[in-house]
C-alpha cells in the first residue's frame, strides 16, 4: 500500500505542469493533423486517406497514454504501443462488417460497424475487468482496462465530429464541434488519470524515486 505522501505525489504528477504542457501539445496535435488530412493529395487516394486516418487515432492514443505514464520507465514504451494499437484496431470492424478486405466495400457500409457503438466502450473495459479479475492476471497489468477506454473513447470523439457519437439502442448524436472533440481528445488523459486514483487502481511511478506506487 502506498503512503499518503506517496499517493499525494503520485496526484501531483497526474497534474503536473509537464503532463498539462502535453496535453496542450495534444490539442495542438489534433487541429494540424485532422488540417493535413484534408489536403486534396491526400483525400484523392482511397488507401492514403484510410491510412493516414488511422494513424494519427494511434497517434492520439499513443499520445494520451505517454501523458497518463509520464513515460518514466522503458516498459512505459511498450505500454504507450499498446495505446496506440488499440486506438487504432476499432476501425477493423469496417471489413468484418462488409465481410470483404475490399477498401472500398469497407468504406461504403450501410450502417456503422459494431465497434463504433460508444455503449460498447463500458461493456468491454467492465468485461475485461471482469475477466482479469477471474483469471487473477497480475496486479501490473491493472491499468489495461483503462488503456482500452482511453485508446477507445479518443477514437470515437474523433469520429464523432463527421458520424455524432452512435450510443445504441437510443441514437446518435449530432456530429460534435471541433473544438469540443479537440477540448475533450486533450482533456481525456487528466479525466482518466484522476479516474485511475479514485477508483485506487492508478499504477504511478514516483517522479522523484522511480519506484512503482500501487495507489
Ligand atoms: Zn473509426
Redesign the pocket.
Known sequence: MASETEKTRALLQACSTESIVCSIGLGIFCLVADRLLQLPLIQQSDWLRALS??AV?GMIGMWSWAIITGVKKKTDFGEVILAGFLASV??ID?FFLARSLSLKAALTLPRRPF??CSTMIPIMVLTLKFTMYLLKVRDSWCFLPWMLFVSWTS??I??AIRHGLWICPFGKTSPLPFWLYVMTTSSLPHICSLGMYVTGTRQLISSTQGTLINV
Open positions: 486516418d488511422n487515432h476499432i476501425d469496417h465497434l463504433h477514437h470515437h474523433r469520429d
